[in-house]
């Protein structure tokens, strides 16, 4: 037998300091003992309020040696942050310079670079928590201006309620925003001083978050394309989705061949309704998976011809929300495992399990041949952080690289079902603000099971990283 030794050294820069973001992208690297995984220190990076320290990531950057990719939200190192992104008060000049700042030191590395950035989004509700202060008043009205202006045009658009200045600071940092975009699908075409095929980036995506069928965004998505741009509905899985493509990218060539990826067959719950649009995104959830799995690397099949099978617990005529109460058909079918290697994505429900599925598949049980559970926030987020784990545990299986951690698989499984399904779906609903006491004692029951599911032990703690319901940190000790 050939041993296959190829180590991967991958520079991850976080989208903020959540958990989804810097802790989980750790927690599945750590499957695969051939990845070497270099994250900034996390009190660099962002969070609800503060930007990160550009100037301590670019130096980061800088002094990192012998790197194979990195994988780099363009967001965190222009504005500080995602959230930033949409706040930060810093000149379109100001924003350029230190983006060529940026390409100075990613020109001078060997190294795949994997980026992408956000088109801004424009959020449907008067809540400021992640815009500007204006956003508690004026939110919908913006939004449905946006809307209007592209759906009926400037002529038959009305705007007079929203204050000029208001609406015009709005526009100026879309506007900032957008060029700045522009910028980075230039360098794509092509590098000065390293140049490739690719350009700069050896892929770089432009992400769409909170989508609606009409809008700015839609329209500046659309001018990206027409550029030569490649467009994505999401967010905050995409950096995983990226790992995983450049995981498939180093590991593939060697251990299948450059023309043979990783086959995954997508296999929904509900085949009749595949065609449905999932909440906070503009794509039917069949091209959502099929979008995630061609950027993770992988190639589409059918089941006869998979490696893993991708089961989607999809929903019936719209998607739930638990939170928000409102109400979907649960999973009422007969739930078998499946003799071949598997994935699921539960996505019935938008940031939460559908806990009618997880109870049958408790009762079923996981088998050797299972690949991961994810139900987290939108049916991108679940999609993206899945095949991500998937495509890594994948090839750290193989026989050619042997180099499977089985404990730091089922330390990732704990975490997603006891933040997935016990919190999200469950404890959530039950507490009135963050309160570690309290939902420490109430996840006791689920521990418990989630501990005789995966036939394993774990000392677990919680924290609420920004100090509101929305995210929990699942710790294990």
């Keep these: 037998m050939i041993t296959y030794n190829k180590v991967m050294n991958i520079a991850f820069v976080p989208i903020d300091n959540r958990p989804v973001c810097y802790t989980l992208p750790k927690q599945i690297a750590d499957i695969n003992d051939s990845i070497n995984l270099y994250m900034p220190e996390r009190d660099w990076l962002g969070d609800l309020t503060k930007y990160a320290d550009t100037e301590k990531l670019f130096e980061w950057l800088k002094d990192l040696k012998d790197i194979d990719a990195v994988i780099l939200p363009l967001d965190t190192v222009a504005y500080g942050g995602l959230i930033s992104s949409r706040r930060c008060p810093d000149s379109f000049e100001k924003i350029k310079e230190r983006i060529y700042k940026l390409r100075e030191i990613l020109e001078k590395k060997n190294a795949k670079i994997y980026a992408f950035s956000s088109i801004m989004r424009i959020s449907n509700n008067n809540v400021n928590e992640e815009e500007k202060e204006y956003w508690n008043k004026w ?28 609406l015009s600071d709005y526009l100026a940092t879309r506007k900032r925003n957008f060029e700045i975009n522009k910028i980075y699908l230039e360098w794509q075409k092509g590098s000065t001083i390293n140049a490739c095929k690719n350009g700069l980036f050896e892929t770089l995506i432009f992400s769409k978050d909170d989508c609606a069928e009409y809008g700015l965004n839609v329209i500046e998505a659309n ?127 938008a940031n939460g399990a559908d806990n009618a599925f997880v109870n049958k598949l408790f009762e079923a049980g996981l088998g050797d041949n299972f690949y991961g559970y994810s139900a987290w926030n939108t049916s991108a ?84 990283p920004w100090n509101r319901l929305f995210e929990i940190e699942v710790n294990l000790n």
């Design 223 to 349: 001018e990206l394309k027409t550029l030569g741009g490649f467009v994505k509905t999401g967010a905050d899985e995409i950096p995983l989705t990226l790992l995983a493509r450049a995981v498939s990218d180093a590991f593939a060539g060697g251990i299948l061949s450059e023309k043979s990826r990783l086959k995954v067959a997508p296999v929904f719950l509900e085949p009749e309704y595949k065609n449905l649009i999932s909440n906070y995104e503009d794509v039917s959830i069949e091209n959502s998976v099929k979008g995630q799995l061609e950027l993770a690397g992988c190639e589409l099949c059918e089941p006869s011809e998979a490696d893993i099978l991708l089961y989607v617990n999809n929903f019936k005529e719209r998607q739930g929300e638990i939170v928000m109460k409102v109400p979907t058909d649960v999973y009422n079918g007969n739930w078998k495992r499946p003799d071949k290697p598997y994935m699921i994505a539960d996505v019935r429900f």
């Design 139 to 166: 939110g919908k009205k913006i939004f449905e201006y946006s809307y209007n202006l592209h759906k009926f045009g400037a002529e038959n658009c009305k705007h007079s309620d929203i204050p000029e200045e208001i």
């Design 381 to 464: 987020n679940s999609l993206g952080s899945l095949i991500c784990a998937a495509v890594v545990k994948f090839y750290s299986s193989c026989r050619q690289l042997n180099t499977y951690s089985d404990r730091h698989f089922k330390n990732l499984q704990i975490i997603r079902f006891l933040d997935d399904w016990a919190y999200q779906a469950n404890v959530r609903q039950e507490l009135s603000k963050p309160d570690i006491d309290e939902v420490s004692i109430k996840m006791k029951p689920y521990e418990a099971k989630v501990f005789s599911l995966l036939d394993t032990q774990a000392k677990v703690s919680y924290n609420f």
